[in-house]
């Protein structure tokens, strides 16, 4: 029986991978970072597989497991440290123009990890609401309030002016 299950694990998890680790990415912008999210949430997700396949929407539970994995790494000490944009052994590179998605994920990065999810979620993986809520655990109405203070600080800190109509 073990194996049949080893099996339908392999076989749920190898074609969503790739999907798994672009949602990591845009969450923590890193991606090696994103390997270790995700290895983290398949790697629980592996221990448990007996119950979490019969879960009614496995897709959005494991969804919500690389989110909860990412929010779990934000919290632990060492994932403060911060590296050095350029290692020592190469030259800086001077004179090329700002790249926006690395402003972006910069700016991005510097938001508390539940507005950065909720913004990912949102605007990159193009989320309702109701879906981004489950995931985070949390209610609509914090979605939608995280999201319209995580939009300003980033408008702030990007230098960007406000749409008049407000954020929502």
Known sequence: MRDELERE?????QPRLPQLHR????????????????QAAVTTLYARW??????????????RSVV???????????SRVVLTETPPDRPAVT?????????????????PPKQQAVLVLRFLCDLPVEQVAE?????????????????A????????????GGAR
């Open 68 to 78: 909860n994995a990412f929010l779990s790494e934000r919290r632990r000490l060492w």
């Open 135 to 151: 995931l985070v655990g949390c209610s609509a109405g914090t979605v939608k309030s995280q999201t319209s203070d995580g939009l």
């Open 153 to 164: 600080k980033l408008r702030k800190q990007l230098g960007v002016l406000a749409p008049a």
């Open 9 to 13: 694990y392999v076989e749920y998890f």
């Open 23 to 38: 949602l990591a990415v845009m969450l923590c912008g890193d991606a090696d970072r994103a390997d270790d999210i995700v």
């Open 95 to 111: 004179g090329q123009p700002a790249d926006e998605r690395l402003v972006v994920r910069a700016a991005l990065r510097t938001l």
């Open 50 to 63: 007996r119950q979490v396949r019969q879960v009614g929407n496995l897709d959005a539970y494991v969804r």
